[in-house]
């Protein structure tokens, strides 16, 4: 059998394109976390998550907060879910509601959404809002975001075979030590 070198050229370039064409049929959320930069004083917590979601569903998330830490929580999306989410987090010690919101307000003010960027006019600059947590003993929390069902036409990668939409959806925890006041030590 012979083998022609036109034969040999076309199963290089289908061997070196083949990987490129079914990137767009993946995604790999792991990513959004890899480069985050928490602005000091806190750090990155190892509880923070990244994950493919998809739309009409709802997801749960467990996360632990310690005594003696103050935490930063906020979250965010790839843009084909057009922010059309609802987040609800749940103290499981308490079974208190602790955040019921959606991810973008009709209002558009600060503390009514969870995704939504705003500008702040203190810090003169956007900020990605976010949720501070101040917890008196060791707390369990319960996040519940539900993606609203959606259909899309958007471009191959972003939704799955029945044609509802997949994104990245992330979840940045941060967190810092408080420091104990000598005067509070008994």
């Known amino acids: 059998m012979k083998i022609s070198k036109l034969s040999i050229v076309l199963l290089f370039l289908v061997a070196a394109v083949a990987p490129k064409l079914s990137e767009g049929q993946t995604l790999d959320c792991s990513k959004e976390l890899r480069f985050v930069r928490a602005e ?16 009409g569903k709802t997801y749960e998330l467990l996360i632990s907060l310690y005594e003696g830490y103050e935490y930063r929580l906020s979250f965010s999306a790839d843009a084909v879910f057009n922010n059309d989410m609802h987040f609800k987090i749940v103290d499981m010690n308490t079974s208190n509601t602790v955040l019921d919101l959606p991810g973008q307000s ?23 809002p976010h949720f501070d ?8 929390l319960k996040i519940i975001i539900t993606v609203a069902e ?9 939704y799955d075979n029945s044609g509802k939409t997949k994104g990245c959806l992330t979840m940045l925890l941060l967190d810092k030590k408080v420091p ?5 030590k008994k």
Do not use: M
């Open 40 to 55: 000091p004083p806190f750090e990155f917590n190892s509880q923070s998550k990244s994950a493919v979601c998809t739309s």
């Open 106 to 128: 009709t209002s558009g003010e600060i503390g009514t959404q969870v995704l939504k960027s705003y500008y702040d006019r203190k810090e003169a600059r956007t900020v990605q």
């Open 133 to 140: 947590f101040y917890p008196e003993s060791t707390t369990n």
């Open 150 to 158: 959606k259909k899309t036409t958007a471009p191959a990668g972003t």
């Open 180 to 184: 104990i006041d000598d005067w509070e």
